[in-house]
T-cell receptor
Framework: DAGVIQSPRHEVTEMGQEVTLRCKPI?????LFWYRQTMMRGLELLIY????????DSGMPEDRFSAKMPNASFSTLKIQPSEPRDSAVYFC?????????????FGPGTRLTVT | DQQVKQNSPSLSVQEGRISILNCDYT??????FLWYKKYPAEGPTFLIS?????DKNEDGRFTVFLNKSAKHLSLHIVPSQPGDSAVYFC???????????FGAGTRLFVKA
């Protein structure tokens, strides 16, 4: 398996623009997570899907952020409008099982820079 | 409120010596703990885990120790190798939950 695939790997955009990050989880995994990594806060969970259904989006910073999972093999994280403070590395991860201790497999991340 | 804390942003160790990375947690409901390793420009990868019913788990050069009363766990790497240089994330979760809470990470430098 190719692992979790994320695109683009790097995104540079101007403040106010819409940004869409994409993720293809590992085939057969039923849980998908979006994280944001910053120097100050480490790895923050933004949203979690189980069987394509959003379970908890309490980590989404504000209404400018939205995520969808239209099918088991694809998810998007959208920021509209983007702001400089959104600059970070965004990771997608997937796992086989819901609940405690399920090892998560991370993609390589998307480095977002908003100028 | 950080439920999982890694208070040392970085650690430097000589090759061949022991590396000890520490992690503290505040939520007493956490009962499963994991360590992930991250190289630059890559996503974190799972390294080792421990359930709260144990106080030690070993996998080759890597050992995780759990002290429930102190809400503290540590990762020992013996002997340390230059290839171990990476960021190490401590993570915790609770039975019945789905969230894995990550610490901010500790950057390990292993000098040859």
């Amino acid at each position: 398996d190719a692992g979790v695939i994320q695109s683009p790997r790097h995104e540079v955009t101007e403040m106010g623009q819409e940004v869409t990050l994409r993720c293809k989880p590992i085939s057969g995994h039923n849980s998908l997570f979006w994280y944001r990594q910053t120097m100050m806060r480490g790895l923050e969970l933004l949203i979690y899907f189980n069987n394509n259904v959003p379970i908890d989006d309490s980590g989404m910073p504000e209404d400018r952020f939205s995520a969808k999972m239209p099918n088991a093999s694809f998810s998007t994280l959208k920021i509209q409008p983007s702001e400089p403070r959104d600059s970070a590395v965004y990771f997608c991860a997937s796992s086989l099982a819901q609940g405690t201790g399920a090892e998560q497999y991370f993609g390589p991340g998307t480095r977002l820079t908003v100028t | 409120d950080q439920q999982v804390k890694q208070n040392s942003p970085s650690l430097s160790v000589q090759e061949g010596r022991i590396s000890i990375l520490n992690c503290d947690y505040t939520n007493s409901m956490f009962d499963y703990f994991l360590w992930y390793k991250k190289y630059p420009a890559e996503g974190p990868t799972f390294l080792i885990s421990i359930s709260s019913i144990k106080d030690k788990n070993e996998d080759g050069r890597f050992t995780v120790f759990l002290n429930k009363s102190a809400k503290h766990l540590s990762l020992h790497i013996v002997p340390s190798q230059p290839g171990d240089s990476a960021v190490y994330f401590c993570a915790a979760s609770e039975t019945g939950g789905f969230k894995t809470i990550f610490g901010a990470g500790t950057r390990l430098f292993v000098k040859a």
